[in-house]
């Protein structure tokens, strides 16, 4: 989302909650949370074989991390319907927000290691 939009609104928080609570019931909520803004976030940069670390905050920022949810589907279909759910109720109850919804698969396997 972008950055410095301020706290959800009441009317988010509470379609939010029942959102989660009957995800939850259905066993597809796992985990999830919202993330406090980058004012005090700290980056660890790795370039050319160094680690920098970079305090907050990033004037640069545009979009930030707001939140995120572990949710299981048993289909791709069910997790897009899942998905455009989760960010309909944003555009409903909180419309002055501007975000994207991203959604990406868990890995379960380590990825393949590359030659040096």
């Keep these: 989302m972008e950055e410095g ?3 959800p609104t009441q009317a988010l928080m509470d379609a939010m909650d029942v ?6 019931a259905k066993g597809v909520f796992l985990d999830g949370g919202g993330l406090y803004g ?3 976030a700290v980056n660890f940069i790795v370039r ?5 670390r970079v305090d907050g905050p990033y004037a640069e920022a545009k979009e ?3 939140g995120w949810a572990i949710m299981q589907y048993d289909t791709l279909e069910e997790a897009i319907a899942g998905s455009q759910e989760f960010a309909e109720l944003h ?15 868990i890995s379960d396997a380590p990825p393949e290691a590359q030659d040096a």
Excluded: F, H, N
């Design 64 to 66: 930030v991390v707001g």
């Design 48 to 52: 050319d074989g160094a680690t920098t």
């Design 38 to 40: 980058t004012e005090d």
């Design 19 to 24: 959102y989660i609570g009957e995800q939850a």
């Design 5 to 7: 939009q301020g706290a």
């Design 91 to 105: 555009a409903k109850y909180w419309p002055e927000c501007r975000m994207v919804s991203t959604l990406r698969q």
